[in-house]
């Protein structure tokens, strides 16, 4: 599949959002929205410089000289998209074409900021137009739940780097290292192994720290029968791999066995009842439900998994107060786990796509307890 047919598809099911709902024109500003429109990969980054301007005759990007070129290049001939770098202000220049597309109403996403949105009412009422603002409400978030096939094949390439990054962190762990330098390794070996970027601040969490599911690396220093809960993913293509292993440094304790092989039950019972169209907050029920007849239930207290794709927590979301369905195609995580304060954590993560029988996992890593050291 080509970007520019990417582009025109997803710009399809946008316009027939916008004929259902009455919509004359839409803006975008998220960065995650506009890089899934657009097609275009590795262009952006954290600057707030980019507007999608869509009504049902056009779709205009208005970007700066820094972007420009690499818009232009990354979403290749025949692109739906007319790029420019007028030197305006992005309230104007949406004005501007609100007023040219005779647009009376413009929906918005729900992500947009208060001060944009300020600005953007001033350059209307200044261009003496007249429209009315309505609130998308999470339907682009629906939108790129399903991924095609050339979002999956990123998604696999940055999971492939990612199990050959825990490989090698299995063979590089043992006492005496600090968990910063288990995370510089980790990165280090992703990023000059084909990683684009870090999905996120890898989480190295050793002993008692691992008791903390978002715990930061820090100083201390791994010792023989420390667990290690480890999560971490490579980025490509703008795209994400998410996964969580936790590794025991020697060999297990009775209780460190007893928790893990309770935490993988819950995994891998989730991970085959999942089916498309099933509820995220009923799977995460299933797994409350093992882990607290296992008689944990007190330790378990985040959910089951969330979405994975442009960004690293996305639709459809897993867990108790989810209201998402699962439909096919989409991509999530599935990753319960135990936490024990003074003592240790444990936490089993893969991420895969449901399929039209159920989930298939991305991740290829096994579920063993790695032993190291």
Same mark, same amino acid.
């Given at each position: 599949?080509?970007?520019?047919?990417?582009?025109?598809?997803?710009?399809?099911?946008?316009?027939?959002?916008?004929?259902?709902?009455?919509?004359?024109?839409?803006?975008?500003?998220?960065?995650?929205?506009?890089?899934?429109?657009?097609?275009?990969?590795?262009?952006?980054?954290?600057?707030?410089?980019?507007?999608?301007?869509?009504?049902?005759?056009?779709?205009?990007?208005?970007?700066?000289?820094?972007?420009?070129?690499?818009?232009?290049?990354?979403?290749?001939?025949?692109?739906?998209?007319?790029?420019?770098?007028?030197?305006?202000?992005?309230?104007?220049?949406?004005?501007?074409?609100?007023?040219?597309?005779?647009?009376?109403?413009?929906?918005?996403?729900?992500?947009?900021?208060?001060?944009?949105?300020?600005?953007?009412?001033?350059?209307?009422?200044?261009?003496?137009?007249?429209?009315?603002?309505?609130?998308?409400?999470?339907?682009?978030?629906?939108?790129?739940?399903?991924?095609?096939?050339?979002?999956?094949?990123?998604?696999?390439?940055?999971?492939?780097?990612?199990?050959?990054?825990?490989?090698?962190?299995?063979?590089?762990?043992?006492?005496?290292?600090?968990?910063?330098?288990?995370?510089?390794?980790?990165?280090?070996?992703?990023?000059?192994?084909?990683?684009?970027?870090?999905?996120?601040?890898?989480?190295?969490?050793?002993?008692?720290?691992?008791?903390?599911?978002?715990?930061?690396?820090?100083?201390?220093?791994?010792?023989?029968?420390?667990?290690?809960? $480890?999560?971490?993913? &490579? !980025? %490509? *293509? +703008? @795209?994400?791999?998410?996964?969580?292993?936790?590794?025991?440094?020697?060999?297990?304790?009775?209780?460190?066995?007893?928790?893990?092989?309770?935490?993988?039950?819950?995994?891998?019972?989730?991970?085959?009842?999942?089916?498309?169209?099933?509820?995220?907050?009923?799977?995460?029920?299933?797994?409350?439900? $093992?882990?607290?007849? &296992? !008689? %944990? *239930? +007190? @330790?378990?207290?985040?959910?089951?998994?969330?979405?994975?794709?442009?960004?690293?927590?996305?639709?459809?979301?897993?867990?108790?107060?989810?209201?998402?369905?699962?439909?096919?195609?989409?991509?999530?995580?599935?990753?319960?786990?135990?936490?024990?304060?003074?003592?240790?954590?444990?936490?089993?993560?893969?991420?895969?796509?449901? !399929?039209?029988?159920?989930?298939?996992?991305?991740?290829?890593?096994?579920?063993?307890?790695?032993?190291?050291?």
């Amino acid at each position: 599949m080509t970007v520019p047919t990417s582009a025109y598809r997803r710009l399809g099911q946008l316009r027939e959002l916008m004929a259902r709902r009455g919509y004359d024109a839409v803006v975008l500003r998220d960065l995650a929205d506009i890089r899934w429109f657009s097609c275009a990969a590795r262009v952006l980054d954290d600057e707030d410089a980019h507007t999608l301007f869509v009504s049902g005759e056009g779709a205009w990007l208005h970007t700066d000289s820094r972007y420009f070129g690499a818009f232009v290049q990354a979403m290749g001939e025949g692109s739906p998209f007319a790029v420019d770098m007028e030197d305006t202000t992005h309230p104007a220049w949406v004005a501007r074409h609100i007023v040219q597309a005779r647009a009376r109403v413009v929906a918005v996403e729900d992500t947009l900021s208060l001060g944009f949105y300020g600005k953007l009412s001033a350059a209307v009422d200044q261009a003496s137009a007249a429209c009315l603002f309505a609130q998308l409400h999470g339907d682009i978030a629906r939108m790129r739940m399903v991924k095609d096939a050339d979002e999956l094949e990123l998604l696999r390439r940055a999971q492939c780097i990612t199990d050959e990054a825990f490989a090698h962190i299995c063979t590089f762990i043992r006492p005496g290292l600090t968990e910063l330098q288990i995370r510089a390794e980790l990165e280090g070996y992703m990023l000059a192994h084909g990683a684009h970027a870090l999905s996120f601040d890898s989480i190295v969490a050793s002993g008692p720290n691992g008791a903390n599911p978002h715990a930061r690396p820090g100083e201390r220093v791994v010792e023989r029968g420390d667990l290690i809960v $480890i999560d971490f993913g &490579a !980025g %490509y *293509g +703008d @795209y994400h791999a998410d996964m969580t292993r936790t590794v025991c440094v020697g060999s297990p304790s009775a209780e460190q066995r007893k928790v893990y092989d309770i935490v993988r039950r819950a995994h891998e019972a989730c991970a085959k009842a999942a089916r498309p169209g099933m509820g995220g907050k009923e799977l995460h029920a299933l797994s409350q439900r $093992i882990i607290a007849e &296992a !008689g %944990y *239930g +007190d @330790y378990y207290k985040h959910g089951l998994g969330h979405g994975v794709g442009i960004q690293i927590h996305e639709h459809p979301r897993v867990g108790a107060r989810s209201t998402d369905v699962l439909p096919q195609g989409s991509v999530f995580t599935i990753e319960p786990g135990i936490y024990l304060p003074g003592k240790f954590g444990i936490r089993l993560e893969d991420f895969g796509v449901m !399929g039209e029988h159920g989930f298939e996992p991305i991740t290829q890593s096994a579920h063993d307890l790695a032993c190291v050291g």
